[in-house]
Every structure is written in C-alpha cells, then in structure tokens.
C-alpha cells in the first residue's frame, strides 16, 4: 500500500466525461488534477490518464518517458493512432473506463504498482553503483597497500646470492598474492657462525606476511642478547621465544620451520625443525638424503620443547629447502611420490634455477612458492 495519496494527473479536453473520470479518481482516494495539456504536467503527478484523442505523434513518447501513463477512450474510435500510444510505453488501455470500473481501478493500482518498482529498482542501481565506485577505490587503496608492503617485505629479505663465512647462500620467493607468508634469512654471526631461517607461516597474503614481520623481529631480540657461544643452546632458545611469542598474539597463526646455525671450524650444521615439509635435503657428492630429525611447529602448543640436532658437512655439501607450495608444482598422485621426484630434482640441479625449471609453474601458484640453497665450504 501507498503511504501518500498518489496524484493522478488527467488529460482530456473539458466536459462530461473528463467529470466523471475525475469523480471515479476521486471516489478510488486519488487525487485528480484535470487538464487540457502536457504542459499542466509537475512532478507531484504519479501517473497520468489520458484520453486517446488527447495527444498524437510524439507526444506520447514525451509522456511515456517522464510519467507511467494510461490511455483511456469513452468509446471505440476509428482513424485514432493507438499505435503510437501503445509503441511510446503506456501501461495499458482501456475503452469506457466509466463502465468498468473495476477494471479501471485494478489498472491504476498495478500501473502505481509497477512505478514505485521501476523506480525502486532504479534507487537500488544508484545506490549498487554508488557502492561499487567505493569499492573500486577501497580495493584500489588495498592493491596500493599490499604493493607497498610486498616491496617493504621483500627489501627484508637477504641478499641473494651471498657470500658468509665460507658458504654461499641463495633463494628465490614466489608469492601467490601480493605479501607472503614465507619468510627466510640468512646472516653471519661473527667470524665463524652462520645462522639461517626458513619459516612457513600458516595460510598466506597479509596476515601471514605481518607474522613473518614479526618472527624477524623476535629472531632479532634473541640474537641480540647472545654471547656467541654454544649455538645448540641459542636455537631452542630462539624457538622457544617464537612459540610463546606467536600464541600470545592470538592470531590463529603457527608456522613451519628450519632453524640452523652452521660453525665454519667445525664444519658442523646445528639445527632444529618444526613441522617443516617437505623436508630439507641435504646434496654430497652425488648423494641426496633427507635431512633427519622433527619437532613441533611454532604458535600452536605451549610449553613444547625443541629438540637440537647436529650434523658434520662434506666439504662441498649443498643444503636445500623448499616451502610446501612446490608440492603443487610436481605431477604426482601421492605425496610420498612428490617428495622421492623433489629429491631426484634436487640431485639434478646445481641452482636454484634448475630446480626451479624442473618444476611446473603456472601463471598463478595456488599458494606461496619459496627455494632456498646453501653450499659450502668456499674460500672467501
């Protein structure tokens, strides 16, 4: 039902039939403004009844377009173009509306009806478009955002290659949006210690990236209260402080990780693991093994420990790790049969990028794709 009485304007040369079609409106509970012509017509008018003699040619396009209109004749008229009226849009016709009262009544309300549509529809375009024009520019905004903070976070990263303490250490990052939750380091600590990170946080774009941000960080507090000596004691320190660290964030984040120190006399690799998959491979000569040893992700449990581990390098050892987005670039139907065809891979290659060219690389990756290698041991 209408709230306001509807205004119905009536168009029709004065007399007895224009008074009674006044009256019937009227008697229907509009409000009926008689007169002879389009230019009597405002906008308070919500429809317009129209005697089919009363206008001709393009007069009823004019009408059509500006009000729902309704043709009416007080009998059958011949030579009268009904066409045209039917053709510029009026919403119905009827002849003797006086003698059919009802009918006239049900055309009017339907044509009301069909009005407060069209133009609720047309309310609901704007305001769609409105919207969307916000969202355009808020999505705009976020493009700009992310693009800046992927350029913040890959100006985090290590240089690649390069050259430390003996080693040389290498990546190649792929993010599958605009940030990663990826995240490696690798550094010299002092003359003889080498430390090295890879971590793969859970999920991946912005929430993701800033937890990588802050593991950075952290690793960073850590270090910077170290003695420098014995590094088996510094790893699960570290990874201790990432734990409690990350679950106090509440975040919903855990991470995957390889944390490894490596001492250039000794020529001995330290390092801890949490959940990392696939596993690192560890390349001498021209063997390949998968590095041994586990332990728990990082933000998921409280009060886990992190278990060290050691082993001794050839000289000319390679260690690679690859985040779990290279599983989606091996064509295999099992994962066990991803991991055996990932280490003949790594037996194949000499870089980075041949491993990389051995893999399947679409124009999008479902998910972040991260290659690291270290090798050693080099003169500097």
Same mark, same amino acid.
């Given at each position: 039902?209408l709230?306001?009485?509807?205004?119905?304007?009536?168009?029709?040369?004065?007399?007895?039939?224009?008074?009674?079609?006044v009256g019937?409106?009227?008697?229907?509970?509009?409000?009926?403004v008689?007169?002879?012509?389009?230019?009597?017509?405002?906008?308070?008018?919500?429809?317009?009844?129209?005697?089919?003699?009363?206008?001709?040619?393009?007069?009823?396009?004019?009408?059509?377009?500006?009000?729902?209109t309704?043709?009416?004749?007080?009998?059958?008229?011949?030579?009268?173009?009904?066409?045209?009226?039917?053709?510029?849009?009026?919403?119905?016709?009827?002849?003797?509306?006086?003698?059919?009262?009802?009918?006239?009544?049900?055309?009017?309300?339907?044509?009301?009806?069909?009005?407060?549509?069209?133009?609720?529809?047309?309310?609901?375009?704007?305001?769609?478009?409105a919207?969307?024009?916000?969202?355009?520019?808020?999505?705009?905004?976020?493009r700009?955002?992310?693009?800046?903070?992927?350029?913040?976070?890959?100006k985090?990263?290590?240089?690649?290659?390069?050259?430390?303490?003996?080693?040389?250490?290498?990546?190649?990052?792929?993010?599958?949006?605009?940030?990663?939750?990826?995240?490696?380091?690798?550094?010299?600590?002092?003359?003889?210690?080498?430390?090295?990170?890879?971590?793969?946080?859970?999920?991946?774009? =912005?929430? &993701? !990236?800033?937890?990588?941000? #802050?593991?950075? $960080? @952290?690793?960073?507090?850590?270090?910077?209260?170290? %003695?420098?000596?014995?590094?088996?004691e510094?790893?699960?320190?570290?990874?201790?402080?990432?734990?409690?660290?990350?679950?106090?964030?509440?975040?919903?984040?855990?991470?995957?990780?390889?944390?490894?120190?490596?001492?250039r006399?000794?020529?001995?690799?330290?390092?801890?693991?949490?959940?990392?998959?696939?596993?690192?491979?560890?390349?001498?000569?021209?063997?390949?093994?998968?590095?041994?040893?586990?332990?728990?992700?990082?933000g998921?449990?409280?009060?886990?420990?992190?278990?060290?581990?050691?082993?001794?390098?050839?000289?000319?050892?390679?260690?690679?790790?690859?985040?779990?987005?290279?599983?989606?670039?091996?064509?295999?139907d099992?994962?066990?049969?991803?991991?055996?065809?990932?280490?003949?891979?790594? =037996?194949? &290659? !000499?870089?980075?990028?041949? #491993?990389?060219? $051995? @893999?399947?690389l679409?124009?999008?990756?479902?998910? %972040?794709?991260?290659?690291?290698?270290?090798?050693?041991?080099?003169?500097?």
């Amino acid at each position: 039902m209408l709230s306001a009485r509807p205004v119905i304007g009536l168009i029709d040369r004065p007399g007895a039939f224009r008074d009674r079609l006044v009256g019937l409106l009227e008697r229907f509970g509009y409000k009926a403004v008689a007169m002879d012509g389009l230019d009597a017509l405002t906008r308070r008018v919500s429809l317009v009844v129209v005697h089919i003699t009363a206008l001709e040619g393009r007069q009823w396009d004019d009408l059509a377009r500006r009000y729902p209109t309704l043709a009416v004749s007080d009998r059958t008229y011949d030579h009268v173009d009904i066409i045209s009226a039917i053709d510029a849009g009026v919403e119905d016709y009827l002849i003797d509306p006086v003698m059919n009262t009802s009918l006239f009544k049900r055309l009017i309300e339907r044509a009301l009806e069909d009005s407060e549509r069209r133009q609720a529809a047309v309310r609901d375009r704007d305001r769609l478009e409105a919207l969307n024009e916000q969202l355009q520019t808020h999505l705009t905004l976020l493009r700009e955002d992310l693009y800046a903070g992927g350029q913040i976070q890959r100006k985090l990263l290590p240089v690649s290659p390069q050259r430390l303490n003996g080693l040389e250490a290498s990546f190649w990052l792929a993010p599958s949006l605009y940030l990663s939750g990826d995240f490696l380091d690798y550094r010299a600590l002092g003359a003889h210690y080498s430390l090295f990170t890879f971590i793969d946080v859970s999920g991946h774009g =912005a929430s &993701s !990236a800033f937890v990588t941000v #802050l593991i950075k $960080s @952290l690793i960073q507090r850590v270090l910077a209260q170290w %003695d420098g000596q014995h590094p088996e004691e510094l790893l699960p320190a570290m990874l201790t402080s990432l734990n409690e660290n990350l679950m106090e964030t509440g975040v919903g984040k855990h991470a995957a990780l390889f944390l490894g120190m490596i001492d250039r006399r000794s020529q001995t690799l330290f390092y801890s693991l949490g959940a990392q998959m696939p596993m690192p491979f560890i390349k001498e000569g021209s063997d390949v093994d998968v590095l041994s040893g586990d332990g728990p992700p990082i933000g998921l449990f409280p009060g886990v420990r992190f278990p060290v581990f050691e082993r001794v390098l050839d000289a000319g050892f390679s260690l690679w790790l690859c985040s779990d987005g290279v599983f989606d670039c091996l064509q295999a139907d099992t994962l066990d049969e991803k991991i055996e065809m990932l280490r003949l891979r790594v =037996a194949e &290659s !000499a870089s980075i990028a041949d #491993l990389k060219g $051995s @893999l399947t690389l679409g124009d999008a990756l479902p998910d %972040d794709l991260t290659i690291m290698m270290l090798s050693g041991f080099h003169d500097d």
